[in-house]
């Protein structure tokens, strides 16, 4: 079994009736932090080292040898479930479904020979709720190989984020361009503005005036059941925004996701302009290769971020392109793969 199937296991086992709530709550903290295990969780197994990973007790290492002993099944005996249990299992499919660990990504675009990204249009500072200087954060894109890197922090719609205020952004984008100035990658100064439930921006179009790159994306009111097409659709046609930024707001191991009638939202964004972005987080990783390739194919453009609001989570870039090889998704129609002259041109045409 493979690192992603292996989480995957554990977190469908993890909402097993027939185990206690600290065994259930054991099992899915586990299988969120091994998303990121760069070493086989197989060879792990053999060497018995698993123990020595975070998060992972006795209890785990040996659900994961049952798992590749075969002793156990990688999906649980859901007929055996009441039809509570059952209905509560298949609710949270968003949560667990079509994740691919990080090891698993790196393989998968080794063996397929792609290359790196041209840059990241997704990173997080200080300036809100990252750890890391705007200055550090590039540096770190520049030894990466970069060419190009968004500084995209919160707007003031998300205060628990730290989202700064119309004066705070302002004052960022003073000290982004000196540094665009010294660094040897082109920087861009944007903004990720939070969709509210209304289906508006937490921003007005001419406060986001002077930003380069402008990213939309959902972070409340994601536990609804019913359809939340026209917040999307609201967010896709807005003249101001770039990308729409991982999409379902989905989390793994959080049972919460956007359902909405994305052919719908993929084709009004693609008769906007608006690129939708593959989210390269570990534990989001939104929207997955399932939707991805169909904004493709409706004509959306594609952006690639990681969502970084560290400077190791840089690194994660192979989990957004593990996705586009899965979809399928030709390199033209990712926005990471352009040239930088092509970028800022249709960055600058889309502000227009």
Partial sequence: MTNSEIVQALARWSHHPGF??????????????????ESSLAGRATA??????????????????????GSRAALPPLEEWSAEDRALYEATDLSRDHFIAVRDARR?????????????????????DGAASPRAMVAAAHRLGYRFAAITDHTQGLRF????????????????ARLNDQAPIRVFAGAETNITATCTLDLEREELAGLEIVLAGCHAALRRTEDQTPRMLA???????HVLVH?????????????????????AAADHHTA??????????????????????A?????????????????????????????????????????????ERWLGAKRG
């Avoid at 967010?235 to 925004?241: E, L, N, R």
């Avoid at 870039?317 to 926005?335: F, G, K, N, T, Y």
């Fill in 20 to 37: 206690g709530p600290y065994a259930r709550q054991a099992l899915m903290r586990a299988a969120r932090r091994l998303l990121e295990e």
């Fill in 108 to 128: 998968s675009v080794a063996e397929a020979g792609w290359p790196r990204p041209s840059g990241d249009l997704q990173i997080h500072t200080a300036w809100s």
């Fill in 247 to 267: 999409g379902r707001g989905r989390m793994f191991g959080v049972p919460r996701g956007i359902r909405a009638r994305w052919d719908e939202v993929f084709a």
């Fill in 235 to 241: 967010a896709v046609t807005q003249p101001s925004v």
């Fill in 48 to 69: 018995g080292t698993l123990t020595k990973l975070v998060r992972v007790g006795p209890f785990v290492a040996r659900t994961i040898r049952e798992l590749l002993d």
């Fill in 161 to 176: 984020a730290g989202g700064m205020t119309v004066q705070k952004m302002r004052r960022q984008r003073q000290i982004l």
């Fill in 276 to 297: 939708i972005e593959i989210n390269a987080y570990p534990d989001r990783q939104d929207l997955d290769f399932t939707l991805a390739g169909p904004a493709a194919r």
């Fill in 299 to 343: 004509g959306c453009l594609i952006s690639l971020g990681t969502d970084s609001h560290a400077i190791r989570h840089l690194g994660w870039m192979d989990v957004a392109v593990a996705h586009l090889i899965r979809a399928a998704i030709p390199r033209e129609r990712v926005l990471n793969y352009w040239s930088l002259p092509e970028l």
